[in-house]
């Protein structure tokens, strides 16, 4: 019986290899240029223009509304409200109403930044040497709101860390938010004056030059922030009764339907109490409307956490105070209602509320951690249904009125296909497909969804694509690609496209690990990491490595890890703390210890240097420098804004001190990426590097030019 097994398994092998050697592997130009292959590509899906018409770009970008009962296609051109563009120019600010020429409103040397349309249209808002003005649009009238800024007082303007960590890097700066009715700016004023200088040296020309930062690392004092209203016409700044002498952030704000007030988010130093007020803009008072406090800290969400009902009397939050990401129903006034969503699972988007019938939609993370679903639910949190269907990962584009949606979805094994479901997840029509009609004709590596146990409870959740012909006889070379920040996975049950198949044919296994505080496992996961950045990520990043080295199909003096910012922290981590478990490195802009990142973002998860010492140096790359081997190449911008390369330069400086062999790369003029004219380069280099140490073979020309 076992001999019958033994000569049936041989045949299929056989019979296997036979089928794989009539099928085509995918070219370099299938690869790297976008040369359909195991997918074709489909039309873009913008949105609605109504609830019987979708909006569908093709790819000379020309739009077009498609009725969803006859599929008919006709040309669609945008409403003129939505129509109106209005742009920076040579430092002046132009508007231009459709295919209409642009008119010029402003004149002016210095640059004008950030120019926002009032909704009514009358009136564009911007900021100018970090004052704050509006012009209107009719009479080309020019209205200034303030006249304080200097080079350390900006008013509409951020100060870095709240460019970076709080307002969102979307915005460019920009810090004023009109009220839906037009009657008023909201603008945050900002004053860096104690916050300290962090000098940024261009190597450019004969002398060179220096980017004078206010940059306030952990532990430093952050920009005093007041919030304040102006009237359209201009007068007065009414100031919100805050004390921009405390210790304290302020999140994105949000007006009321009407514009009758604003809610404003608030937060402690220590980033552990959450509160929301309700500011009155013509007297500035304020009225506390919501407080949350966590152990370990509470989140400032760039997209807000708050969508107020237009019944205007409840609002709808989401928090992940118990753990887990929910949504709650509050009445205007700040008293919850009832929980809408709950239970060991995450909500990801609000996407529609159907006030009338008190049901709401939305996305979450609820049937796998790797992949997202759509929902409805009861305002009373009753109802609850999954309105899409099978293992995908689904994104969702809702009409109008909420009466059915387009759902794209794909997981691993499936490429991206396009369905149209009414909202109780009824299908009506698929719309699209990008699979290609010769799919099953080529042989490529392919991509699976895996856990790896940890010895304490945890299965990390993991994607892994194998070589083209795996084989497992053979011993494979691993590149393991990581993040790790916290609740910042990036593992999920998605169409993974044919980017990776270039090393999957030349033999290499490609990994990526999410460990137990990346968002996986909800707030309960990720508030592990509070006060001990580095201890759980290394903890299950060594274990993934040793679950790889276990197997026999691993060569386990070859294993490479890489990333980039958060991603380069952990993997000079790993060729420190975790050397004993990793072989090689590649580190894009790593963070080398923390009191050398900014206040919002260390101090969130760290406290502050003073209050967590022992924090600091634990999870610090420069502690374990002493460990270190393998090889490891570190890259970074020589004028990053964000991770200073004075983190490459105090860890070379103890590499160097402790006769530790690694290799550098400097990126001229280059910021916290690489940049256009660099990529080609830092392309180029991360090949050499993964065929002279992983492959141990010539690379082929072709992948040089």
Known sequence: MKKSFIIFLTMSLSLNAAVKAQMKKLSKQQIFDNIPSLTQPVNEITGWSDDSHYIEVDKARKMFAVDITTGTKTPYTPPPKSNVKVYSKDNNIYIQYGIQGPKQLTHNKDEEKNPTLSPDGKYVAFTRNSDLYAVEVETLKELRYTTDATDVIYNGWSSWVYFEEILGRATNYKAFWWA??????????????????????????????????????????NPEVKVGFVPTQGGMITWADFNEKDDQYFGTPYWSFDGSNLMVQWMNRGQDNLKFYSVNPTSGVKKEIYDEKQPSWVDLDFDGRIEYLEDKKHYILKSDKTGWAHFYLYSLAGKLINPITSGKWQVSKLVNVDEKNKVVYFTARKESSTRTDFYSVGYNGKNLHRLTFGDYTNSIQMSPNGSKFITTYSNVTTPPKRTLVDKKGKVIEELSDSKSADFATYNYGKTEMITI??????????????????????????????????NAGTVTNTWKGTGNQWWANEGVIQIAVDHRASGQFGKEGVALMHRNLGKWEMKDYTTAARWLKAKPWVNNKKLLITGHSYGGYITCMALTMGADDFDF???????????????????????????????????????YVDKYKGLLRIMHGDMDDNVHVQNTIQLIDKLQNANKHFELMIYPESRHGFGITKTPHDKAERIRFYYLNLLDKPIPEELLK
Do not use: C
Not at 187 to 212: A, C, L
Not at 453 to 475: C, E, S
Not at 594 to 618: I, S
């Open 180 to 221: 839906p009715d037009s009657k008023h700016l909201a603008f945050m004023r900002f004053d860096d004056t104690k916050v300290p200088m962090f000098p940024i040296v261009g190597s450019t020309g004969q002398h060179g030059y220096t980017e004078k930062t206010r940059y306030p690392k952990a532990g430093d004092p």
């Open 585 to 623: 490195g590649y580190a894009g802009a790593p963070v080398t210890s923390w009191e050398l990142y900014d206040t919002n973002y260390a101090e969130r998860f760290m406290d502050t240097p003073q209050e967590n010492p022992e924090g600091y140096k634990n999870g610090s790359v420069l502690t």
């Open 453 to 486: 146990p940890t010895d304490d409870g945890y299965n990390l959740p993991a994607v892994i694509t194998y070589p083209t012909d795996f084989d497992q006889t053979k011993r494979y070379p691993v590149v393991m690609s990581i993040y790790g920040g916290p």
